[in-house]
């Protein structure tokens, strides 16, 4: 059977993404602080096994190894001229594990950089920096696009513009939110009903957050209010959720997350019961806990 389209799939109850990318592939060997991105190119072997491992956790959709793949990123590992390759190579792979049944998401993270004033970066060349992203990925073949971990309204804007640039695949976009005396708000400040309003406006087709460093009760409120911030402006529009397994304990200075995957999964439920019909998980998740996502929700006992 081969897939329906993304834009129909996004109605059709739970579509289940997959988890962190980095900590599997640091698990397959690869040593820390190398570039994610370019083993697209350089071993692709590697990227493909994450993909099936978590397509046989139950995944219906994983997301491209292109998280820091645009210009800013790539230039700080010295890739910056290698920005289509890396994109297109990392859409292939995944469509490669996917095959025709399941979706591949094309994945586009932060610049890593401010826009001016606070930082130096113009949003006309930002705007050609993730355009660049996408259209890699699309040349790839990839489902949709996933603009994910972002903090500044500027930034998301800039590329939700972009990827709408290249072609008009669905775009899901994504913020990360902190809990701290004013509520949930992004590294930048911007609160939930400012960001949901924001990606609703631009035209997304699903909204919502990752990553962040909320517990997990704290992601189930933080869910509630990203759902109430769609429904009340009225829009058609799917909400997402792929939160870290918990809040990290720093041992020996590396973040530990100690989330059960059954945990994690029975709080993603309670997640999905808000409105929330996308979901996967960030950092410290892996193909066990998608797979007990998978086990919960599609096989309740
Ligand atoms: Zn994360």
Do not use: W
């Not at 930082?119 to 992203?133: C, I, M, N, T, V």
């Not at 790839?140 to 513009?161: C, K, N, R, W, Y």
């Amino acid at each position: 059977m081969s897939r329906i389209s993304l834009r129909e799939r996004i109605g059709k109850g739970l579509l289940l993404l997959d988890g962190a990318m980095g900590t599997q592939l640091i698990a397959r060997g690869v040593e820390v602080g190398k570039c994610n991105d370019y083993l697209n190119v350089e071993s692709s072997d590697i990227v493909f096994d994450v993909h099936r491992a978590y397509l046989e956790a139950g995944s219906d959709a994983v997301l491209t190894n292109t998280f820091g793949a645009n210009k800013y990123a790539l230039a700080r590992h010295g890739f910056g001229d290698k920005v289509e390759e890396i994109n297109r190579a990392g859409a292939q792979i995944a469509r490669r594990a996917a095959g025709e049944d399941k979706y591949v998401l094309g994945d586009v993270g932060p610049s890593g950089d401010f826009l001016e004033p606070l930082g130096s970066l113009k949003p006309g060349a930002l705007r050609e920096a993730f355009a660049e992203q996408a259209k890699g990925l699309a040349d790839g073949g990839v489902d949709g696009f996933i603009i994910e971990t972002m903090s500044a309204l500027e930034e998301i804007e800039v590329a939700i513009e972009a990827v709408k640039l290249v072609c008009d695949l669905p775009v899901f976009a994504s913020m990360a939110f902190e809990v701290g005396g004013g509520g949930y708000r992004t590294m930048m400040g911007v609160d939930v009903e400012s960001a949901v309003s924001k990606m609703v406006s631009l035209g997304v087709d699903a909204a919502g957050f990752n990553c962040g460093t909320a517990s997990l009760d704290e992601y189930v409120e933080l869910a509630s209010k990203v759902a109430l911030a769609v429904k009340a402006l009225g829009q058609d529009v799917a909400i997402l959720a792929e939160p870290n397994a918990g809040k990290p304990e720093l041992v020996d200075d590396r973040a530990v997350y100690n989330v059960t995957p059954q945990d994690f999964a029975s709080v993603l439920e309670k997640i999905y019961s808000v409105g929330v019909n996308i979901i996967g998980g960030c950092c410290g998740t892996g193909p066990r806990h998608i797979e007990a996502i998978a086990k919960r929700m599609r096989n309740p006992q």
